[in-house]
């Protein structure tokens, strides 16, 4: 009777080939079909994101979630301010299409999560008093690597004018939960059960849009490698290697060539039962990371409400 993750996310761009030249060299897999582009993380049937090329600026369509017991979630959307809406053009008739009360799309499709394969090789690391790692070095020489392959889409960041009115939709009409919030400014929402510390989250702006992509990699070396050899790609913004505050997951944000940001990221807080999480109201100083380079000026900018001062 509510969302368990999320399966992916279809945004419209003014240019195809330059799309998918950004998510391959981030290390997706890339099929054209119906005039549109998905692209897979390595193993994984559904899309994690689906590219529409339409004329005007980058524009989210709609979010796609993993959800169960959907006629119960169309009969809570309506008294949380939402509405159930017809099947978008060209998209398949299976699973709930809503709105939230910003207008926001939401695709609801009842799917089981994807089974994780494990890590071949555990990040290990030797601290005092623990050495974990003997007579092997941890490092390899840096061409011996091969590139690093997202191995699912774990969240998506939104902007929306309003936070609490947005996690309240989340919450009452799509069975999510807060996990942590920052004011009025930031709720990271998480599922109920057995969920990465955030599925959604949200971030305040004058309208709403996306602000990132968050995908997960095998390690924290992983997060590094796979952010440097893809900001001097796109040559754009960047922003890490850090780690989180909230969610204490170690990051690395590189601008995608629409102003909004693709993640790198490992070791993600896990909720098991949000009902044995203590959720927490941070101060602004940790909004952003614990400890990092310092975020570009237009980090949180929404470019999809209009161009930065």
Not at 21 to 32: P, R, V
Not at 119 to 145: C, D, H, K, W
Not at 158 to 164: E, G, N, Y
Not at 256 to 267: A, K, Q, V
Request: hydrophobic share 45%.
């Amino acid at each position: 009777m509510a969302v368990t993750g999320v399966l992916g996310v279809a945004i419209e761009v003014p240019d195809h080939a330059v799309g998918r030249q950004f998510y391959t060299d981030a290390g997706l897999e890339a099929e054209t079909a119906d005039g549109r582009i998905a692209l897979r993380c390595a193993g994984n049937a559904e899309p994690s994101v689906t590219l529409i090329e339409a004329a005007g600026p980058m524009r989210l369509h709609h979010v796609g979630l993993r959800a169960g017991e959907l006629d119960a979630i169309a009969a809570r959307v309506p008294g949380h301010g939402g509405k159930v809406v017809a099947v978008p053009t060209g998209f398949g008739g299976d699973g709930l299409w809503i709105e939230d009360i910003h207008g926001v799309l939401f695709h609801l499709v009842d799917k089981p999560a994807v089974a994780e394969a494990p890590v071949a090789e555990p990040f290990a690391i030797n601290a005092p008093g623990r050495v974990v790692r003997v007579r092997r070095s941890a490092m390899q020489p840096v061409n011996s690597y091969p590139p690093v392959r997202p191995r699912r889409l774990g969240h998506v960041a939104l902007f929306t004018p309003d936070v609490a009115a947005s996690a309240g939709f989340l919450t009452g009409a799509l069975g999510m939960a807060v996990a942590d919030s920052v004011a009025d400014v930031l709720a990271f929402c998480c599922a109920a059960k057995d969920s990465d510390h955030h599925v959604i989250a949200l971030a305040k702006s004058s309208a709403t849009g996306m602000h990132h992509l968050s995908f997960q990699v095998a390690d924290p070396d992983e997060v590094g490698r796979g952010g440097n050899t893809l900001a001097a790609k796109a040559g754009k913004g960047q922003w890490g290697f850090g780690r989180h505050t909230i969610g204490s997951n170690f990051f690395h944000y590189i601008q995608d060539p629409w102003g909004s940001w693709f993640e790198y990221y490992s070791d993600m807080d896990f909720i098991d039962d949000h009902a044995l999480w203590q959720a927490t109201s941070y101060g602004m100083e940790d909004a952003l990371a614990n400890w990092g380079p310092p975020p570009p000026a237009d980090f949180i900018h929404n470019y999809q409400a209009g161009p930065a001062a």
